[in-house]
């Protein structure tokens, strides 16, 4: 199994609400980070947080870091219509190898 | 500077054919990465290279195998494709520290 579980695995919301996705993973991780793929396209980078932060902001993103219950969220405010995407959490351990979750589909209604 | 480089972009095989995807990189990255997506999926690790000289499995490695060629090219061989194995592979790059991983646009293969 993978070695992020996202949850939930699809959130649909109104435009201007927030969005919130968790991501749980198994093992010992250096950095966690999470990308955002629009249908059918690649992978865009949002946000890296490495294991000793607790929590990092990137314009209308919030991304917590809890390694005592080896999870992690993803807080995006003010959500717009160009949000919908799905988006992935992938952590890397000490032997560099990158696992992703499986995924939150967000939705955000007009 | 072109990051990661990927080819073929599509590709049509039948049952037992087989083939490499190559993958390049020119940032001087240590580690590279196979990956598939099926549809509606998330990315899942088949293969993956942390140094030069060094390949281990991912998630998924049956069916497939690797060479690291040199520190700028990862290739992953398919010897004989099955229909399961029908997805988008991407390639990607990395190195440790603040930097997120690099990838490539994505192979689209069908096997039939």
């Known amino acids: 199994s993978q070695q992020g579980e996202e949850d939930p695995q699809a959130l649909s919301i109104q435009e201007g609400e927030n969005a919130t996705m968790n991501c749980s993973y198994k093992?010992?991780?250096?950095?966690l980070q999470w990308y955002r793929q629009n249908s059918g396209r690649g992978l865009v980078h949002l946000i890296l947080?490495?294991?000793?932060?607790r929590e990092k902001h990137s314009g209308r993103l919030r991304v917590t870091l809890d390694t005592s219950k080896k999870s992690s969220s993803l807080l995006i405010t003010a959500s717009r219509a160009a949000d919908t995407a799905s988006y992935f959490c992938?952590?890397?351990?000490?032997?560099?190898?990158?696992?992703f979750g499986s995924g939150t589909r967000l939705s955000i209604r007009p | 500077n072109a990051g990661v480089t990927q080819t073929p972009k599509f590709q049509v095989l039948k049952t037992g054919q087989s083939m490499t995807l190559q993958c390049a990189q020119d940032?001087?990255?240590?580690?590279m990465y196979w990956y598939r997506q099926d549809p509606g999926m998330g990315l899942r690790l088949i293969y993956y290279?942390?140094?030069?000289?060094?390949?281990d499995k991912g998630e998924v490695p049956n069916g497939y195998n690797v060479s690291r060629l040199n520190k700028r090219e990862f290739s992953l061989r398919l010897e004989s494709a099955a229909p399961s194995q029908t997805s988008v592979y991407f390639c990607?790059?990395?190195?440790?520290?603040?930097?997120?991983?690099?990838f490539g646009n994505g192979t689209r293969l069908t096997v039939t």
């Open positions: 990607a790059s990395f190195n440790r520290g603040n930097s997120p991983l690099h």
């Open positions: 093992t010992s991780i250096n950095n």
């Open positions: 992938a952590t890397d351990d000490r032997a560099s190898k990158i696992i």
């Open positions: 947080i490495r294991s000793n932060e």
């Open positions: 940032m001087n990255h240590n580690s």
């Open positions: 290279s942390a140094s030069e000289g060094t390949t």
